[in-house]
């Protein structure tokens, strides 16, 4: 028989949400994604301009590994606390639209940034010596 797949229930609702805030702000999809993509760029490059200053000065008096900038910078995965501010917003069109923007930055760093974490942190510590696992 050909059964048809269905997406899981929480996808399908983030997509739900997305579509309906942006009908309901009368904007069309690629705008919002324009708008959405536009704000992760702006949220990595705060986070570089946040966390680069604070590992400089650390470098003063510790040792901090190479990449520790890089791998802080990509690896800031955030969403909960979004997801709620925008949530918590008056009812209109005006949070819809803020919250279906929200949708999209929070899952393309989830998906993006997350997904990708493992080969940044390779890529930085490629020269540096390996562990090794002791044995007790």
């Not at 996808?11 to 805030?21: F, P, S």
């Not at 904007?27 to 200053?53: E, G, K, M």
């Not at 890089?70 to 949530?87: E, K």
């Amino acid at each position: 028989g050909g059964q048809h797949q269905q997406r899981p229930q929480p996808l399908a609702a983030i997509e739900h949400r997305v579509a309906h805030g942006f009908a309901e702000a009368g904007w069309r999809a690629p705008y919002a994604v324009f708008a959405a993509s536009l704000l992760a760029v702006a949220i990595l490059l705060s986070r570089l301009l946040t966390v680069a200053p604070a590992i400089l000065l650390l470098r003063r008096w510790r040792t901090v590994p190479r990449g520790t900038i890089r791998i802080l910078t990509w690896g800031g995965l955030r969403g909960g606390v979004s997801v709620a501010l925008a949530l918590a917003l008056p009812l209109g069109p005006e949070r819809d639209l803020l919250l279906s923007i929200t949708y999209i930055v929070v899952l393309s760093s989830i998906l993006l940034q997350g997904l990708s974490i493992g080969k940044l942190v390779k890529h930085v510590t490629r020269d540096e010596p390996q562990a090794t696992p002791e044995h007790h």
